[in-house]
């Protein structure tokens, strides 16, 4: 249950996904910005990244929760958002990252260093 909480964005409409993703991605670009906690340039894995993240956690994650039906009916609609965002993401991850970072550059400046 935890864990579908803290990534249910990722098993919601596309809308409701990219806004959460976009949120942590600026908040992770901000940190490496700021060089905190050696955070790194989100900017050089997030598109793929989240690829992984979904084959790897979020679609077992749908899979589970439709086999235990803990959500009910629901759960059909987590694991195929997951799966529809997960194409729709191979689909646009690049140009929504590149988007991403013009918004954080126009914010926050360019980054000092690319590591």
């Keep these: ?29 901000k940190a490496f910005m700021d060089g905190r906690a050696g955070a790194k340039n989100p900017a ?3 598109a793929k990244g989240e690829i992984g993240f979904f084959d790897f956690s979020i679609i ?24 529809a965002n997960r194409e729709e993401w191979e689909r646009k991850g690049e140009t929504t990252v590149e988007k991403l970072v013009l918004e954080v550059e126009a914010e926050y400046g360019k980054p000092q260093s690319d590591e």
């Excluded at 964005?9 to 976009?22: I, L």
């Excluded at 077992?60 to 799966?83: H, R």
């Design 60 to 83: 077992p994650l749908a899979k589970k929760l439709k086999e235990c039906g803990v959500f009910g009916v629901s759960s059909d609609e987590f694991l195929n958002y997951a799966l």
């Design 44 to 46: 050089l894995f997030w």
């Design 1 to 29: 249950m935890i864990q579908a909480s803290d990534a249910s964005h990722t098993m919601q409409h596309w809308n409701v996904y990219t806004k959460w993703n976009a949120r942590l991605s600026k908040e992770m670009y």
